[in-house]
């Protein structure tokens, strides 16, 4: 009688080359102790369902799959092909068994999908699924037993072949195609899905087919095109013995830039069919040929001029594609057009989109082309415009906001990229985008308010409400006359800039040029290249007797009425006093005027005689709590509650937290949105409080608590709806900011200065609080204390932390002057920021 040896346990690691079922899998490794080797691991301790079998030679024979038989070797497949594993497998060493028998290849063992015995044991994976089951038969192993607790928690989870609809997941496999032509016909040259069975040899292979546009799936034999048989398309091209063709071109699948590089290469040199070849249209210098410039107009979807390194402009033409045209069966096609941008079926979208791209963008151009100037139309230089290595028009086309123009077969006054043109049309025609698109084309409704005085009043005190308002300029008159698109609106108006009198530009009239301004023309190619096309804020604040609406304008945050007093192109009108940016408007001019920069190069500054001190500085104070401070590169700003308003916010927070602790909202019931308010849970004493949603990113979600000034990052666990009666109150924390002080600009002594005004604050209860003037929108105030009536910004100036600001109002000279005083103490005792002396001026210069 033989006596059965223990097993040996073999470790080895190796890649996964093959997953033969949902139990069986082919590595390329090496057992430990042993050499490298092909090993078949069928998993130990499971059973998988079946794959179905092909038929044989007869046609007979053939199976199905067995319930979740492709799930589970798929499962097995995506998880494992091609990684690295680690395995163990039992060597059964029976008697009468010898060291020279040849090593088996086929082996019951387990697979880890990682490097050591630690990591996932894929037969567990497996059982946890629902896609095999233990093998009950053996219930007294250890290993066993838990992938039977594996598969009752599967059962219980309802989970692959456990699940109620486990017949359905049985393949519906085609091994043989009755029409292999009309098959890869209805393909239509659409990559499909795949999966490579069996490599036949270096060419062949059989590949199994799936796809959501068929419920079946198809096993074939794959021939690799162009590698027994090689095209000898390329080589006829080149040697002049044939021409390209448009329309069969595009069933070329890659490979058609050669085609064409070979065409064109022949007709160069003038060989064979080409002996007599001569370019249809004028030649292009090399020169010429390529430049790059920025894009500071778009015209319309297939025009746009550049401005060029040396300051001229150019303008230039999208080879090969025509814009959007009125469709023929549109009953306003033949119907005279004023305003084509917004009249043509997605003309303003093509516009739209090369505008988002392109303005204010460097571009690289290519001049395909040139179109010799015909009666009133002038010459058109015809280019392949790229940025960041894509065709622009290729884009346009692809989005089917243009179409590509067709040519006679002799005419090689085209595109270089023509072929990937008409590719691109294609698919869009395909996909029915744009222009493609068998839904009818909603109309463009514009409401445009330019020179309609009737209609321009009966729309602006709606405009006006709207306070800033994104806009795009789609034309620039003078300086400060523009038109701009109200783009959320769909309003077209004639802005003028307010504040301001601009040098104003030559115009064409009926009658003649009427001659403009000194620097006129200069003020309105400087707006031109500052907003033309640009997106824009403007604020309406009056309205002309012409219905030209007045305002402010911002261009990248900058204020288009400061820009050009500052560069010398205007000046001050007396409307601009009662303004809130009037401030800046004079810092601006008399820097100008400092520079005699343009209109003021012959400013000469009057002197005026001293006058008697005047002081009409108006005091009225209100007792205030300081709560926070907020992070602001030149000025020291804070928050406060005003102590009249406590009663009342003390009685919402009450009403609040008692109605959200009786009823605590439901966590994840609450989807927060930028700018809503909300009820949100401090982290310091968990309370409620109510907040406002400043910023999100993934889960942070950045609040501030709108009664306190204070902001944190919470997350919307810790956030609710905000009940519509806790909206009566306004919010509590007042924002201010220190007046008749500048802090300095090192950063590290600005925080320094922040900490001891809180310090100063934090010390005295129930500060009052005066408001001396606003900057902007921010109310700069004065804050002394209740008793003594000591000034805290004077006090923090005479300490050294921060610096005096100088004032031109008369009204506020005699505590300016106390404020000048207490700077000059600080300098002089060496406080803080004057530690090393004078820090001012030429000191400040000296230190960089």
């Not at 007042?734 to 100063?760: C, M, N, Q, T």
Request: aromatic share 8%; net charge neutral.
């Amino acid at each position: 009688m033989t006596t059965q040896q223990p097993p040996s346990i073999v470790t080895g690691y190796g890649i996964v080359k093959q997953v033969n079922s949902g139990d069986t899998i082919v590595i390329r490794g090496q057992p430990k102790g042993g050499p490298p080797d092909e090993i078949t691991i069928i998993l130990t301790g499971i059973t998988a369902p079946k794959l179905g079998r092909r038929p044989n030679n007869n046609g007979e024979g053939a199976t199905k799959d067995e319930p979740f038989a492709f799930e589970a070797r798929e499962f097995l497949r995506k998880k494992l092909i091609g990684k690295r594993v680690c395995f163990t497998y039992e060597k059964q060493n029976k008697g009468q068994t010898t060291t020279t028998e040849k090593k088996p290849t086929r082996e019951y063992g387990i697979v880890y999908n990682g490097t050591d015995t630690s990591a996932e044991n894929v037969a567990e994976s497996l059982v946890s699924e629902g896609l095999v089951s233990p093998r009950h038969s053996v219930r007294n192993n250890e290993y066993i037993q838990k992938l039977i607790e594996l598969e009752d928690i599967a059962k219980a989870a309802g989970k692959g072949k456990h699940g109620p609809n486990a017949q359905d997941h049985v393949r519906e496999i085609k091994w043989n195609i009755e029409n292999p032509q009309h098959f890869k016909d209805s393909l239509h040259l659409k990559p499909i899905k795949a999966i490579v069975e069996h490599v036949v040899d270096g060419s062949t292979l059989r590949v199994l087919l799936y796809s959501d546009d068929f419920p079946e799936y198809y096993y074939i034999k794959l021939m690799l095109s162009g590698i027994r048989n090689g095209s000898i398309t390329e080589l006829l091209l080149s040697e002049g013995l044939a021409k390209c063709v448009d329309w069969s071109l595009q069933c070329v699948t890659s490979g058609i830039e050669k085609l064409r590089a070979a065409e064109r290469s022949a007709k160069e040199k003038r060989v064979r069919i080409w002996k007599d070849y001569a370019p249809s249209g004028p030649v292009i210098e090399a020169k010429e040929k390529e430049f790059q410039g920025k894009v500071i107009e778009v015209i319309n979807a297939d025009a746009m001029v550049v401005k060029l390194a040396d300051g001229s402009t150019k303008k230039i033409f999208l080879a090969s594609i025509r814009p959007p045209r009125m469709p023929e069966n549109n009953p306003d096609s033949g119907k005279p057009r004023t305003r084509v941008l917004y009249e043509v079926p997605y003309m303003f979208e093509a516009r739209e989109f090369l505008r988002k791209k392109l303005i204010g963008k460097k571009v690289n151009v290519t001049v395909d082309y040139k179109q010799p100037a015909n009666l009133t139309f002038p010459e058109k230089i015809c280019c392949t415009v790229t940025i960041g290595g894509i065709n622009v028009a290729e884009a346009l086309v692809s989005k089917g906001l243009a179409t590509v123009v067709r040519y006679r077969a002799d005419d090689d006054q085209r595109s270089a990229h023509y072929d990937e043109l008409l590719s691109a049309e294609t698919k869009a025609i395909k996909s029915g985008k744009g222009m493609h698109s068998k839904k009818e084309v909603p109309p463009l409704r514009i409401v445009d308010l330019s020179g309609d005085l009737k209609l321009s009043k009966q729309y602006f005190p709606i405009i006006q409400r709207g306070g800033k308002m994104e806009a795009v300029v789609e034309f620039v008159a003078s300086g400060s006359r523009l038109r701009v698109f109200l783009p959320r609106q769909n309003y077209l108006l004639t802005f003028l800039l307010g504040g301001i009198t601009c040098a104003r530009a030559a115009r064409d009239t009926p009658n003649g040029t009427i001659p403009g301004d000194p620097y006129g023309d200069a003020a309105l190619a400087f707006t031109k290249d500052l907003c033309l096309q640009r997106e824009v804020q403007i604020e309406v604040e009056n309205m002309d007797k012409a219905g030209n609406f007045i305002g402010w304008l911002w261009v990248d945050n900058i204020n288009l009425s400061e820009s050009l007093i500052h560069e010398g192109y205007a000046e001050i009108h007396s409307t601009a006093s009662r303004s809130q940016y009037f401030r800046a408007l004079q810092a601006a001019q008399d820097e100008a005027q400092k520079k005699k920069l343009r209109m003021w190069e012959n400013y000469e500054p009057v002197e005026l005689e001293p006058k008697e001190e005047v002081s009409d500085r108006v005091v009225n104070y209100k007792k205030v709590t300081i709560t926070e401070n907020k992070e602001d590169p030149t000025d020291l700003i804070f928050y406060a509650q005003h102590f009249d308003e406590g009663p009342k916010l003390e009685e919402l927070m009450s009403d609040l937290r008692q109605e959200l602790t009786s009823n605590p909202p439901l966590v994840g019931s609450y989807t927060p949105k930028k700018g809503d308010l909300c009820a949100a849970k401090y982290s310091a004493d968990d309370q409620w409080y109510r907040a406002k949603i400043v910023k999100m990113q993934g889960n942070q979600i950045q609040i501030l608590f709108i009664d306190y000034g204070n902001r944190e990052l919470t997350t919307s666990t810790q956030l609710a709806s905000l009940p519509a009666k806790y909206h009566t109150l306004p919010p509590c924390a007042h924002e201010y900011a220190l007046a008749f002080i500048k802090l300095p600009k090192d950063v590290e002594s600005a925080g320094d200065a922040r900490v001891a005004f809180y310090e100063e604050a934090c010390t005295n209860t129930g500060l009052l609080l005066n408001v001396e003037y606003k900057n902007g929108s921010l109310p700069c105030v004065t804050l002394v204390t209740p008793e003594e009536k000591e000034d805290i910004g004077k006090r923090l100036v005479e300490k050294g932390f921060v610096l005096a600001e100088k004032r031109l109002e008369k009204k506020y000279q005699k505590l300016i002057n106390e404020y000048l005083s207490a700077q000059e103490l600080a300098k002089k005792n060496r406080a803080n920021l004057w530690v090393y002396g004078d820090i001012t001026e030429d000191d400040a210069k000296e230190f960089g």
